[in-house]
């Protein structure tokens, strides 16, 4: 079709995207490509928040292609000023810049349709079907370009009637943009389900063409009270010691709803939301929280006379001691700030929640004096646990809180950090395969006992705080939490890769789990910076009759390879590190020109070890546990 000067001054605006699509989706990975589907979805869910849509439908379907429905009022239709329909507007026209490069335009509601001129961008296909007015209008594109030809001032063509009203959209990604085209069902999965949570009166109805399985419904009526009680029912060697409590109020157009328990466990998790965006760094919202919370506790513990005038108070981390919560606030103009964009940045959401702690909460904890003095007596327990790290520390004497080494470390020849790598070796066996094979010059190894992880039901903390972390945090040389002399600073780092080397079997990702669930929790800075790496051994030798024997590193890569040589090849199924010898390991998982790595970002540690067992449960404060139940020895090596 010809296209007209207009056409051409639209299509313009999605030529960058094309050109830069990490810009607008992050990366051209199968991250970025879920991000395409939680683009339109959020669209959906915009229009749920402005009250019009209660039921989204997202399907995977077999031609590799993505549909995502609702039922709301449909995107306008008609003719916009430019002398296009408004759906055909939105659709081929950049909004505020790109997500990803700090101009950031998600908002609830009103501004919603605006990333789905990226998604139909960076798709070889995309269709619209709004059903308006008793019509189905349709419009179609092509890597962004519109391929139904209407002129300017014409209407959209109507493909039928119908008196439903809503949205249709079905893409296709396009190959030559994403490393792959298969969506990461698991990982949709996830964010339907918190969506759900906080979005309590929608309903999700989830299809993956490819499993065969019956839909999913998703559906949270309880809210994030119920997405609280998910997160304390997750971890079941912990238990939970008070009801969930969910409080809300609502301010100068900024809403706030907070859900919280009490577990049997240190340190908290706080999972927080703006505008339906997880605020993975926090922001006002949390600090507003920590801080009005304490401020309450401490008011109830002096009136109850937990406290003395003369004493001092709970620290927030005191009032805070296995609890559990997820705070989400709607924000009319959020400013989201930080390395990754998730930390919201506006202060005027803090008096809204400080005037939901005084009224709300108090009037709970009015009516239900018994939750409140579980928690204060979880304080107090915090505050005495704290009393004895004050005294271990005094019989430490001056000693930093030293994290000596255990012995195991395999050093490096050179001192030169940004040439330098350290492997995190699951097992003994591959630990001294490794030593063997590896280049001296710059590369380090550290065995770690892989089977004492999974121990029998041990919490992970007691095991790993004895012998692997402090191994760890030694052979890194940059410190460790807060506190102890031994502050953690990147700049101190031993290594420019941190490259776990587990097997890849389950025992395997249970244990580059748990060690990405340490640094994420302890040191986060080391993922941020993107010092950590996963080491992705091969799953199998391969060696036709005739022909060279080859590595293939995961299933789709031996089911291509079959397609090519037939069955007449022989193979072996590497089970685990310890299985190779020196040469074949070096060659496949440790020579930096062939082995292969996975750098480990923020998402990559959420998504493997699902946000619960982040921040609860397996990897709290390890010190304070171990000195909890150590505390009456005298010499405790904490
Ligand atoms: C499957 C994806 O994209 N749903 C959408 C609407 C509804 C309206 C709308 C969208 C430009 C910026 C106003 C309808 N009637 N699902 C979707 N549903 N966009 S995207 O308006 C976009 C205009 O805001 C809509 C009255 N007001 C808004």
């Given at each position: 079709?010809?296209?007209?000067?207009?056409?051409?001054?639209?299509?313009?605006?999605?030529?960058?995207?094309?050109?830069?699509?990490?810009?607008?989706?992050?990366?051209?990975?199968?991250?970025?490509?879920?991000?395409l589907l939680?683009e339109?979805?959020?669209n959906?869910?915009?229009?749920?928040?402005?009250?019009?849509?209660?039921?989204?439908t997202?399907?995977?379907?077999?031609d590799?292609?993505?549909?995502v429905?609702?039922?709301?009022?449909?995107?306008p239709?008609?003719?916009?000023e430019?002398?296009?329909?408004?759906?055909?507007?939105?659709?081929?026209?950049?909004?505020?810049g790109?997500?990803?490069?700090?101009?950031n335009?998600?908002?609830?509601?009103?501004?919603?349709?605006?990333?789905?001129?990226?998604?139909?961008?960076?798709?070889q296909?995309?269709?619209?079907?709004v059903s308006?007015?008793?019509?189905?209008?349709y419009?179609?594109?092509?890597?962004?370009?519109?391929?139904?030809d209407?002129?300017?001032?014409?209407?959209?063509p109507?493909?039928?009637?119908?008196?439903?009203?809503?949205?249709?959209?079905?893409?296709w990604?396009d190959?030559?943009?994403?490393e792959t085209?298969?969506?990461?069902?698991?990982?949709?999965?996830s964010?339907?389900?918190?969506?759900a949570?906080?979005?309590?009166?929608?309903?999700?109805?989830?299809?993956?063409?490819?499993?065969?399985?019956?839909?999913?419904?998703f559906?949270?009526?309880?809210?994030?009270?119920?997405?609280?009680?998910?997160?304390?029912?997750?971890?079941?060697?912990?238990?939970r010691?008070?009801?969930?409590?969910?409080?809300?109020?609502?301010?100068?157009?900024i809403?706030?709803?907070i859900?919280?328990?009490f577990?049997?466990?240190?340190?908290?998790?706080?999972?927080s939301?703006c505008?339906?965006?997880?605020?993975?760094?926090?922001?006002?919202?949390?600090?507003?929280?920590?801080?009005?919370?304490?401020?309450v506790?401490?008011?109830?513990?002096?009136?109850?006379g937990n406290?003395?005038?003369?004493d001092?108070g709970f620290?927030?981390?005191d009032?805070?001691?296995?609890?559990i919560?997820?705070?989400?606030?709607?924000?009319?103009?959020?400013?989201?700030?930080?390395q990754?964009?998730?930390?919201?940045?506006?202060?005027?959401?803090q008096?809204?929640?400080?005037?939901?702690?005084?009224?709300?909460?108090?009037h709970?904890?009015d009516?239900?004096?018994?939750?409140?003095?579980?928690?204060?007596a979880?304080a107090?327990?915090?505050v005495k646990?704290?009393k004895?790290?004050?005294?271990?520390?005094t019989?430490?004497?001056?000693?930093?809180?030293?994290?000596?080494?255990?012995?195991?470390?395999?050093r490096?020849?050179?001192?030169d950090p940004?040439?330098c790598?350290?492997?995190?070796?699951?097992?003994?066996?591959?630990?001294?395969?490794?030593?063997?094979?590896?280049?001296?010059?710059?590369?380090?190894?550290?065995?770690?006992?892989?089977?004492?992880?999974?121990?029998?039901?041990?919490?992970?903390?007691r095991?790993?705080?004895?012998?692997?972390?402090?191994?760890?945090?030694?052979?890194?040389?940059?410190?460790?939490?807060?506190?102890y002399?031994?502050?953690?600073d990147?700049?101190?780092l031993?290594?420019?890769k941190?490259i776990?080397?587990?097997?890849?079997?389950?025992?395997?990702g249970?244990?580059?789990?748990?060690?990405?669930t340490?640094?994420?929790?302890?040191?986060?800075?080391l993922i941020?910076a993107?010092?950590?790496?996963?080491?992705?051994?091969?799953?199998y030798?391969?060696?036709?009759?005739?022909?060279?024997?080859?590595?293939?590193?995961?299933?789709?890569?031996?089911?291509?390879?079959?397609?090519?040589?037939?069955?007449?090849?022989d193979i072996q199924r590497?089970?685990?590190?310890?299985?190779?010898?020196?040469?074949?390991l070096?060659?496949?998982?440790?020579?930096?020109?062939?082995?292969?790595?996975?750098?480990?970002?923020?998402?990559?540690?959420?998504?493997?070890?699902?946000?619960?067992?982040?921040?609860?449960?397996?990897?709290?404060?390890p010190?304070?546990?171990?000195?909890?139940?150590?505390?009456?020895?005298?010499?405790?090596?904490?």
């Open positions: 079709m010809a296209y007209n000067a207009s056409n051409i001054s639209v299509l313009e605006g999605l030529e960058p995207v094309r050109q830069r699509p990490g810009m607008y989706v992050g990366s051209t990975s199968v991250k970025g490509l879920n991000h939680y339109i979805l959020d959906s869910v915009d229009e749920h928040l402005a009250g019009c849509c209660d039921k989204i997202v399907s995977l379907n077999k590799g292609s993505a549909t429905t609702d039922n709301g009022r449909g995107i239709v008609d003719l916009h430019k002398g296009w329909p408004a759906e055909r507007v939105i659709m081929t026209t950049l909004h505020a790109g997500k990803f490069d700090n101009t335009y998600k908002t609830a509601g009103g501004l919603h349709g605006v990333g789905s001129s990226v998604v139909n961008a960076l798709s296909r995309m269709i619209i079907e308006r007015d008793g019509k189905i209008h419009d179609e594109y092509e890597r962004g370009n519109p391929v139904v209407i002129k300017e001032g014409e209407l959209l109507v493909t039928g009637t119908t008196r439903a009203t809503g949205t249709k959209v079905t893409f990604p190959p030559t943009i994403f085209v298969t969506f990461k069902a698991d990982a949709i999965r964010r339907l389900k918190e969506t949570y906080l979005n309590p009166t929608l309903t999700i109805t989830f299809t993956n063409a490819r499993d065969g399985k019956k839909p999913e419904v559906s949270e009526p309880e809210g994030i009270a119920g997405y609280v009680d998910s997160l304390a029912s997750s971890n079941p060697e912990i238990k010691i008070t009801e969930t409590v969910a409080i809300s109020g609502c301010r100068d157009g809403t706030v709803n859900a919280f328990c577990m049997q466990t240190f340190g908290d998790q706080i999972v939301f505008n339906n965006i997880n605020t993975m760094e926090g922001g006002n919202h949390v600090n507003g929280f920590k801080a009005g919370f304490a401020k506790i401490n008011q109830y513990a002096r009136d109850l406290l003395k005038p003369k001092a620290t927030g981390n009032t805070r001691n296995g609890m919560a997820v705070i989400s606030v709607s924000h009319p103009a959020p400013r989201f700030e930080g990754t964009k998730t930390k919201l940045d506006n202060t005027d959401v008096n809204v929640i400080t005037a939901v702690m005084n009224t709300s909460l108090q709970y904890f009516r239900n004096l018994e939750t409140l003095k579980k928690i204060i979880r107090e327990l915090s646990t704290r004895e790290e004050e005294k271990i520390r019989n430490l004497g001056d000693k930093k809180f030293a994290f000596e080494g255990n012995g195991k470390l395999a490096q020849e050179s001192s940004s040439k790598e350290i492997f995190i070796v699951e097992g003994n066996s591959a630990g001294g395969t490794a030593k063997t094979g590896r280049d001296r010059r710059y590369q380090a190894i550290l065995p770690i006992r892989g089977k004492i992880l999974n121990v029998e039901k041990q919490t992970v903390d095991i790993l705080v004895n012998e692997e972390i402090k191994a760890i945090v030694a052979a890194l040389g940059c410190g460790f939490m807060q506190g002399g031994n502050d953690f990147i700049s101190k031993k290594y420019s941190i776990i080397a587990a097997d890849a079997d389950v025992d395997g249970h244990i580059s789990a748990l060690l990405l340490f640094f994420f929790k302890f040191m986060p800075e941020y993107g010092n950590v790496y996963r080491a992705m051994p091969p799953l030798r391969v060696k036709p009759k005739r022909g060279k024997m080859e590595y293939i590193y995961d299933d789709k890569a031996l089911a291509d390879y079959r397609k090519t040589h037939g069955n007449n090849f590497y089970k685990g590190l310890g299985e190779m010898d020196a040469e074949q070096w060659e496949t998982t440790m020579n930096p020109a062939t082995r292969k790595l996975k750098q480990i970002s923020i998402d990559d540690v959420v998504d493997a070890t699902n946000i619960t067992s982040i921040l609860m449960g397996e990897t709290v404060a010190r304070r546990q171990y000195i909890e139940e150590n505390a009456d020895k005298a010499n405790v090596d904490v």
